[in-house]
C-alpha cells in the first residue's frame, strides 16, 4: 500500500469509527471537549503506527485503547492537576470495560452515539454551533470540511466549535439520554440541526464547492442513523422521509444552465425513484407509529403526495391541501397557511385560494415576503384579471433578493400588462 | 458517492444451496450494522441463473432470449448491495468487515456508479433535449 493508500484507508476508517470513539471516550471522560482530543490523539497515533504495522483488524477497538493510553499518559504527565482533570485520568484508568469495541454491546455503542448527539445539539448552543459541532463529531468532518460546507472562513468554523464545547463544559451539560418532557423539546433541537446541515446542502448551486452539496449525504445519513437509534420517534422518520423525498428531486430541479425548475415542471423520470421509495417507507414507518402527526411526518406527507404523482396533472390536491390544513394546526404559521392557500386553488379553484390568501393580507409575519404577492398575482392572472395581477408581480420583484427571480417576476407582470 | 457491491456466485449458489444457519446470522448482522450507520440504501439475493434468461442483441438488431444456467459461474452475480459512502476506500472498508457470503473462496467487487458530476461539463443528448424543452415550453407560456 502506498503512504497515499493508506491515508485515505485511515481517513475511511476514521469515517466509519470516529462518531463510535469520540462517543465511547465522552461517557468514560463525562467531557466531550476532552473526548475529542483523545480521540484526535488516536488517529495521529495511526498514522504514525499503522504506516508500519498495517490497518490493525479491529480498528475501532485499537484507536479506543490508544486514546485510553495516551489520555492517561498525557493527563498524569501533567503535574499540576486539577480535581477535574485527576478524575478523567482516574476514571479512564479504572475503566473496566472491554477494550474491543466491535465486542462491546451493540446497545451500549448505540446509546453512547445517542448520547453524543443529544450532547452535540444542546440547545444551550446555537444552531450554527450545533450544526458545526454536530458535523465534527458526528460526521467526522475536518473543519475544513465544514468551513467549505458552510461558506465560512476556517477559523470562524474552528472558533465556533471550540466555543461549543467550552459552553458545554462550563455549562456541565450531562452526558445524556434527556427523559420523559424533556425529550420532546430536545429531539426537536436535534432534528432542527439535521434539517439545517441538509437545508445547506440543497441551497448549493451550481459551481459550488461540492462539499455544499455533499452537506444533503451528511444529513440523511445523520437522519437514518438517528432513526435506528431513536425507532420509536414518529418525527425521526418523518425528518428522513422528507430529506429522502427531497434528495430525489436533486437531478431534476436545475436546468443545465443552472435555472430553477419549479417541482410541477420537473422530468419526473429524472427523480430518483431508489430514495422516493426509501422515503415513502420511512413515512410509512413514522405513520405505522400512530399518535397525532407532528411537523416533519405531515411535511413528509405532502412531499408524498407529489412523489406518487406519476404527472403533475395526477397530484392529490384536496389531500395536499388538507395536509397542509393540519401542519397549520400543528405549527400556525402564516408561511404555511400560504401554501395551504395555492394547494387549495389548486383543489377548487384559484377563487378558493384567494379568499384565503385575502386574510393573510395584513399578516405582519408576511410582510416583506415576495411570495404573498406572487402568489395574488398567480391567483388573479388566473381568474382572467390581469389589471390586478400585474402590480403584484411588480410588488413580488421589488422584494425579491433573488436576480433571477426577480426577472422571472418581471416577465410575468408584462405578460399581465400584454394581456390586458 | 454510491456504489453497486457485486457478489459473485459460486457453484453452491449456482447449484441454488443457501447459506447455513451460522452465516444468516453473520450476514444479517452486518446487514444491520450497514443500516445503522446510514450507509445501506439497498441489497437483493439472486436466484441462481438456472432461473434467468439473456437476451442477446446482435449488431443488426434481432433480439435472441438464451435461457439460463450460465457457464462462467466465477463472473456470474448472485447479489447486490448499494452502499451511499464517501470514498471508494470506505466502501472497502465496510467490505473488509463483512463475513465471507459463501462457505467457500469467492470474490465480491466494489464499483462506483455514475453520478451527474461524472459527466462534468459535457451533455448528455438527455440533458440538451431537456434543455430545449424547457426552452420550447418558457417560449410557449411567454407567447
Known amino acids: 500500500m502506498t503512504t497515499d493508500q493508506l491515508h485515505r484507508a485511515i481517513e475511511a476508517v476514521w469515517r466509519i469509527e470516529s462518531a463510535k470513539l469520540v462517543a465511547a471516550l465522552a461517557r468514560r471522560t463525562r467531557d466531550v471537549g476532552v473526548a475529542e482530543d483523545l480521540a484526535q490523539d488516536a488517529l495521529v497515533a495511526a498514522m504514525e503506527q499503522w504506516p508500519r504495522s498495517g490497518v490493525p483488524d479491529r480498528p475501532g477497538a ?276 400560504l401554501n395551504r392557500a395555492m394547494a387549495v386553488a389548486m383543489a377548487e379553484g384559484p377563487a378558493a385560494g384567494l379568499a384565503i390568501l385575502d386574510a393573510l393580507a395584513d399578516e405582519p409575519a408576511l410582510a416583506g415576503y415576495p411570495y404573498l404577492p406572487s402568489a395574488r398575482g398567480d391567483l388573479l392572472a388566473k381568474l382572467g384579471r390581469p389589471a390586478e395581477a400585474a402590480p403584484m408581480f411588480r410588488r413580488a420583484a421589488e422584494l425579491t433578493r433573488n436576480a433571477r427571480e426577480r426577472s422571472w417576476l418581471l416577465g410575468r407582470a408584462r405578460a399581465c400588462d400584454d394581456a390586458r | 458517492m454510491r456504489v453497486m457491491v457485486i457478489i459473485k456466485a459460486t457453484k453452491d449458489s449456482e447449484a441454488g444451496v443457501l447459506p447455513d444457519t451460522r452465516l444468516m446470522k453473520e450476514m444479517g448482522d452486518f446487514n444491520e450494522e450497514l443500516v445503522k450507520a446510514g450507509v445501506m440504501l439497498d441489497g437483493e439475493g439472486l436466484h441462481p441463473s438456472s432461473r434467468g434468461v439473456r437476451v442477446r442483441f446482435a449488431a443488426d438488431g434481432k433480439r435472441t432470449v438464451i435461457d439460463g444456467p450460465f457457464a462462467e459461474t466465477k463472473e456470474l452475480i448472485c447479489g447486490f448491495w448499494l452502499w451511499q459512502v464517501k470514498s471508494m476506500e470506505e466502501a472497502i472498508e465496510w467490505l473488509r468487515r463483512c463475513p465471507n457470503p459463501h462457505l467457500e473462496e469467492c470474490e465480491v467487487e466494489i464499483r462506483p456508479v455514475y453520478e451527474a458530476e461524472d459527466f462534468g461539463e459535457a451533455f448528455t443528448p438527455e440533458m440538451r433535449e431537456q434543455e430545449d424543452r424547457i426552452r420550447a415550453e418558457t417560449a410557449r407560456l411567454k407567447g
Request: with cysteine; glycine share 6%.
Open chain 1, 62 to 337: 485499537w484507536l479506543l485503547a490508544a486514546a485510553r493510553r495516551r489520555g492517561i499518559d498525557a493527563i498524569r504527565r501533567d503535574r499540576v492537576l486539577d480535581r477535574k482533570r485527576r478524575e478523567i485520568a482516574d476514571r479512564l484508568a479504572a475503566d473496566s470495560a472491554p477494550p474491543d469495541v466491535d465486542a462491546a454491546l451493540d446497545d451500549e455503542v448505540g446509546d453512547d452515539l445517542l448520547r453524543l448527539i443529544f450532547t452535540a445539539c444542546h440547545p444551550a448552543l446555537s444552531a450554527d454551533a450545533r450544526a458545526a459541532l454536530t458535523l465534527r463529531l458526528l460526521g467526522g468532518l475536518t473543519t475544513d470540511e465544514i468551513a467549505r460546507a458552510f461558506l465560512a472562513p476556517e477559523p470562524t468554523i474552528a472558533q465556533r466549535i471550540v466555543r461549543a464545547k467550552k459552553t458545554l463544559a462550563e455549562k456541565a451539560v450531562p452526558f445524556e439520554v434527556p427523559r420523559g418532557d424533556e425529550l420532546a423539546t430536545r429531539l426537536a433541537s436535534v432534528l432542527e440541526v439535521v434539517y439545517l446541515v441538509f437545508n445547506e446542502g440543497y441551497a448549493a448551486t451550481a459551481g459550488d464547492d461540492w462539499m455544499r452539496p455533499a452537506l444533503c449525504e451528511e444529513a440523511l445519513r445523520l437522519g437514518r442513523i438517528l432513526a435506528e437509534l431513536t425507532p420509536a420517534e414518529p418525527e425521526v422518520h418523518g425528518l428522513v422521509a422528507l430529506m429522502e423525498i427531497q434528495a430525489s428531486r436533486l437531478r431534476a430541479r436545475t436546468a443545465a444552465d443552472g435555472s430553477p425548475i419549479l417541482l410541477l415542471d420537473q422530468d419526473r423520470a429524472r427523480w430518483d425513484h431508489l430514495l422516493i421509495r426509501r422515503g415513502l417507507a420511512a413515512l410509512a414507518r413514522a405513520e405505522a407509529l400512530g399518535g397525532p402527526r407532528g411537523p416533519y411526518v405531515l411535511q413528509a406527507a405532502i412531499a408524498a403526495c407529489h412523489a406518487r404523482a406519476r404527472a403533475p396533472e395526477a397530484t392529490d390536491w384536496p389531500e395536499i391541501a388538507r395536509l397542509y390544513g393540519e401542519l397549520a394546526r400543528a405549527v400556525p404559521s402564516a408561511v404555511v397557511e
